[in-house]
């Protein structure tokens, strides 16, 4: 298969846009052999993701973002899913706002794990969207409402049965008034 094809697909496939003026020689080649070797299955999410980072480092592809002063609402590379409802990223630890899934050792825990991953897969665009009113817990993660594959990971858990709501929090978060939230109690 063409090389410059497949990192149109690799391109296409994570949502990013390709910084590249028409210039080939801008993406190097193990970075387009190792798009390639992952959609095949032949190198792990960790080689694919240290190209992806490498990629965004160098200004090679830019992740589009929209932030205002003191509030964080860009996009972000999932690096490791935790739990159900604790995500990293490239650049943040994130802690899903008004969710609660079951944590390790307790029943549900792997299916709410599996489910996240699952929407939300290592090496995928994320949109971050950081909660106004509470924008970091008590451990130092971001508190978000997270976007994958144009669906709301927080409303999914909750659709899904794989999430309560922190009503402790409702008064507490901005998205208290948002549909998914007021549906489940807050």
């Known amino acids: 298969m063409n090389k410059i094809y497949i990192i149109i697909v690799f391109v296409f496939m994570i949502g990013l846009a390709v910084n590249v ?14 798009a390639q070797y992952w959609t095949e299955g032949k190198s792990s999410d960790s080689e694919f993701i240290d ?34 409802d604790t995500i990293y990223t490239d650049l943040y630890k994130i802690r899903l706002s008004l969710i609660n899934t079951p944590e390790r ?47 709301v990971l927080n409303s999914e858990l909750l659709d ?7 009503k402790n929090y409702c008064s507490k978060s901005e998205f208290s008034a948002e549909s998914w939230a007021r549906n489940f109690g807050c």
């Open 51 to 84: 190209a992806l980072e490498y990629l965004i480092k160098n200004g090679i592809i830019k992740v589009n973002s929209t932030r205002e002063p003191g509030i964080i609402y860009e996009n972000g590379i999932v690096t490791k899913i935790v739990d159900g």
């Open 160 to 166: 899904n049965k794989h999430a309560n709501i922190l």
């Open 105 to 151: 050792g307790q029943t549900g825990f792997s299916e709410a794990t599996a489910f996240t991953a699952n929407l939300c897969p290592l090496g995928s665009v994320i949109l971050i969207n950081q909660d106004n009113l509470q924008p970091y817990d008590k451990y130092g993660r971001m508190v978000a409402k997270v976007s994958c594959a144009d669906k």
């Open 21 to 34: 003026s028409g210039e080939e020689s801008l993406i190097p080649s193990w970075i387009k052999n190792t």
